[in-house]
């Protein structure tokens, strides 16, 4: 995040402190130096390198910290300052991509969200999906690409990649399992 976009993201923060009639988040809401506020912005733009919009990636960040597992939509509205448009269309799209789920709470009409328990496995798969219409978009352009020029030495390249990293992910997913396996043993 550059300077201007810190800046004006704690200037957003102290704005709504003030005017919502609450303090500031406490020292037990950071961890080091790094504000709840520049957290959620990190996360935003790491996702929004991954091709998400940076809303999804606040959203993920804040069920993540939220001591409470599940997190209503008021909740969400209230501490991201987001309109319920976007709130419906983010969850949404980290619902499809296998990231949180939608839950009820007893006694509550408004929906609720968390971090879905199975969150890697649905990410090792989606990767995988891609990694696979890739290698696809690649065998097309083996065919249409002049196998001895610079442009067929790189999607030869690429497509021999693809092919290496489709039999890798879920030997790393089954590396993971065995890894988790140890360390809470």
């Not at 352009?141 to 442009?151: D, I, K």
């Given at each position: 995040?550059?300077?201007?976009?810190?800046?004006?993201?704690?200037?957003?923060?102290?704005?709504?402190?003030?005017?919502?009639?609450?303090?500031?988040?406490?020292?037990?809401?950071?961890?080091?130096?790094?504000?709840?506020?520049?957290?959620?912005e990190r996360m935003?733009?790491?996702?929004?390198?991954?091709?998400?919009?940076?809303?999804?990636g606040r959203i993920?960040?804040?069920?993540?910290?939220?001591?409470?597992?599940?997190?209503?939509?008021?909740?969400?509205?209230?501490?991201?300052?987001?309109?319920?448009?976007?709130?419906?269309?983010?969850?949404?799209?980290?619902?499809?991509?296998?990231m949180i789920e939608?839950?009820?709470?007893?006694?509550?009409?408004?929906?609720?969200?968390?971090?879905?328990?199975?969150?890697?496995?649905?990410?090792?798969?989606?990767?995988?999906?891609?990694?696979?219409?890739?290698?696809?978009?690649?065998?097309?352009?083996?065919?249409?690409?002049?196998?001895?020029?610079?442009?067929?030495?790189?999607?030869?390249?690429?497509?021999?990649?693809?092919?290496?990293?489709?039999?890798?992910?879920?030997?790393?997913?089954?590396?993971?399992?065995?890894?988790?396996?140890?360390?809470?043993?």
């Amino acid at each position: 995040m550059s300077q201007k976009e810190q800046e004006f993201a704690e200037s957003k923060h102290r704005s709504r402190s003030r005017t919502s009639g609450t303090a500031p988040r406490s020292d037990a809401r950071k961890e080091g130096t790094v504000s709840r506020v520049k957290y959620l912005e990190r996360m935003a733009a790491f996702f929004e390198r991954g091709g998400f919009p940076r809303m999804a990636g606040r959203i993920f960040g804040l069920l993540l910290t939220e001591p409470d597992e599940l997190v209503s939509t008021s909740a969400i509205l209230k501490r991201l300052h987001a309109s319920r448009g976007s709130v419906s269309t983010m969850t949404r799209i980290l619902i499809e991509h296998g990231m949180i789920e939608k839950t009820a709470r007893q006694g509550r009409r408004e929906d609720h969200f968390r971090v879905k328990a199975d969150a890697l496995p649905s990410l090792f798969a989606k990767r995988l999906e891609i990694v696979q219409d890739f290698k696809a978009i690649m065998a097309d352009a083996m065919r249409l690409t002049e196998c001895e020029s610079r442009n067929g030495r790189m999607v030869k390249e690429l497509t021999e990649f693809y092919e290496w990293f489709e039999k890798r992910l879920p030997e790393l997913e089954k590396e993971w399992e065995l890894e988790k396996a140890k360390r809470n043993s």
